[in-house]
């Protein structure tokens, strides 16, 4: 398997534009996990899909981001409009169950610099 | 309600043991232990989903104390691919990284 394919891997921005981040699972996992990875904060948990389904966005942390998945192959995570704070790794990770209590996948990340 | 991890960095001889915790302060419903190294995305090492329960493999082991909220990972005799940073990670009814520790094996 190609493990968790996640596009771009690097993207330079400057304030105000709208990032989008594409991920791709694991054929057959069910549960996906997006995650954001600071030096401040560490890694944060921002949404998490089972069956294509959001189930616990709380981490998201302003209107500002969204994220889909309009099928069980597919996830994006957008951020409109862009500030240097947002600047970080963004994680997509996949499960093969609800991924609370299986083992994570992670993806290679997406390196996002908003300038 | 991040868990802590402790302590937050520490450096090994090649063959010396370490030992790393991970304190929450509300109840664990399960444990995960993660490595990353740099510039790379963490890699599942294991999970433990009952208290007492303890697992392993190669020399890289853990352990879970439910009731005291607390798990702790076990490096013996360690190797230089050994290096990077551990997350423990719990499942609440979301799930959260722990804070971090970097761990350095050098020759």
């Known amino acids: 398997d190609a493990g968790v394919i996640q596009s771009p891997r690097h993207e330079v921005t400057e304030m105000g534009q709208e990032v989008t981040l594409r991920c791709k699972p694991i054929?057959?996992?069910?549960?996906l996990f997006w995650y954001r990875q600071t030096m401040m904060r560490g890694l944060e948990l921002l949404i998490y899909?089972?069956?294509?389904?959001?189930?616990?966005d709380s981490g998201m942390p302003e209107d500002r981001f969204s994220a889909k998945m309009p099928n069980a192959s597919f996830s994006t995570l957008k951020i409109q409009p862009s500030e240097p704070r947002d600047s970080a790794v963004y994680f997509c990770?996949?499960?093969?169950?609800?991924?609370?209590?299986?083992?994570?996948?992670f993806g290679p990340g997406t390196r996002l610099t908003v300038t | 309600q991040q868990p802590v991890q402790s302590p937050q960095a520490v450096i090994l001889r090649e063959g010396e043991d370490a030992v790393i915790n991970c304190s929450s302060s509300k109840a664990l419903y399960s444990v995960h232990w993660y490595r990353q190294k740099h510039g790379e995305a963490p890699v599942f090492l294991m999970i433990?989903?009952?208290?007492?329960e303890q697992k392993g493999h190669d020399k890289i082991s853990a352990s879970f104390n439910e009731k005291k909220q607390q798990s702790s990972l076990y490096l013996t005799a360690s190797q230089l691919s050994y290096s990077g940073t551990y997350f423990c990670g719990t499942a609440l009814n979301q799930f959260y990284f722990g804070t971090g520790t970097s761990l350095t094996v050098i020759p």
């Open positions: 054929s057959g996992h069910n549960s």
């Open positions: 990770a996949s499960s093969s169950d609800r991924g609370l209590f299986h083992e994570q996948y």
């Open positions: 899909f089972n069956n294509n389904v959001p189930i616990d």
């Open positions: 433990l989903l009952k208290g007492g």
